[in-house]
């Protein structure tokens, strides 16, 4: 290998946990009318980051250290166990397991991932949503017979849709002061 080969400059492969956790506040928790099509089920989890692997042995090649790095990093990550890995091999290396995916199940593991802002966030949605969803719930009558069964649950989903948007704008609001 010659010193030609090896370059300094950041390949354009290999995100870090910080940026992956970067990119998913930004593209997920922050982007409210994404927030809150996940919570809605209109934007179904699993939500699936590309950890953007090397492709070639010329990549590794040329940016050796980075590869360890990356590999090393994704190793060490709090949440390994949601980094899906593959086995490829490349010319000039032998077989190599990498970091390809980082896979997020739902919005409480989304939030633990996030960081304790993101946690406390979550807790105090869900207990404003409890609370307002049992105080409205009071007025609504419920019928045991199975077949207004699914107007019940279907009255407790727009309940629930209604109370995320409710939420939602209280939060805006409530950081905009």
């Not at 360890?68 to 949440?79: L, S």
């Not at 807790?123 to 404003?128: E, L």
Request: aromatic content about 8%; proline content about 5%; hydrophobic content about 40%.
């Amino acid at each position: 290998m010659t010193k030609e080969m090896i370059t300094t400059e950041t390949p354009n492969w290999g995100l870090m946990p910080a940026a992956v956790i970067t990119q998913l506040k930004k593209r997920e928790w922050d982007n409210l009318p994404r927030l809150k099509a996940r919570l809605k089920n209109e934007r179904a989890f699993p939500i699936v980051i590309s950890l953007k692997p090397p492709k070639t042995g010329n990549e590794l090649l040329n940016h050796t250290l980075h590869f360890h790095e990356f590999v090393q990093a994704w190793r060490n990550f709090a949440f390994a166990d949601m980094v899906q890995w593959q086995h490829n091999s490349f010319r000039h290396f032998s077989e190599q397991t990498l970091p390809v995916t980082l896979i997020i199940p739902n919005i409480q593991v989304m939030s633990e991932i996030l960081g304790a802002s993101a946690r406390q966030q979550l807790k105090d949605w869900q207990k404003k949503l409890s609370y307002l969803h049992t105080e409205i719930s009071k007025g609504m009558p419920m019928s045991s017979a199975s077949s207004t069964d699914k107007i019940a649950d279907s009255r407790q989903e727009t309940l629930f849709f209604a109370l995320i948007e409710i939420c939602s704008c209280v939060s805006c609001l409530t950081s905009a002061l």
